[in-house]
Nanobody, 121 residues
């Protein structure tokens, strides 16, 4: 089993910054992608950014130039640095660890408990 523990959410004014951290522990038996999703009230969960086990980072268009994702499977941690935050970034942010499917195993997703980020004046 894999456990993900998140920290770093909170309340910030527009234009401010926050950094989210996620640490993974447990039986991570093959290379994994790690990343962050978010879910705002009344909306579906969406990808914010991820880093693959090969070190490739992906960010959704709405956060490019403001957010960075770092860390990854080698360190079993993933960080999300969020700058120039906007009210529309308000959501619960979830850490994700994805074990890609192989010939022998299906793909598996693990989730953190979620951390609230609120951007408001």
């Amino acid at each position: 089993q894999v456990q993900l523990v998140e920290s770093g959410g909170g309340l910030v004014q527009p234009g401010g910054s926050l950094r989210l951290s996620c640490a993974a522990s447990g039986s991570i038996l093959r290379p994994a992608n790690m990343g962050w999703y978010r879910q705002a009230p009344g909306k579906e969960r969406e990808l914010v950014g991820r880093i693959t086990y090969g070190g490739v980072t992906i960010l959704t268009d709405s956060v490019k130039g403001r957010f960075t994702v770092s860390g990854g499977n080698a360190k079993n941690t993933v960080l999300l640095q969020m700058n120039n935050l906007k009210p529309e970034d308000t959501a619960v942010y979830y850490c994700n660890l994805h074990l890609p499917a192989t010939y022998y195993s299906r793909g598996i997703d693990y989730w953190g408990q979620g951390t609230q980020v609120t951007v408001s004046s």
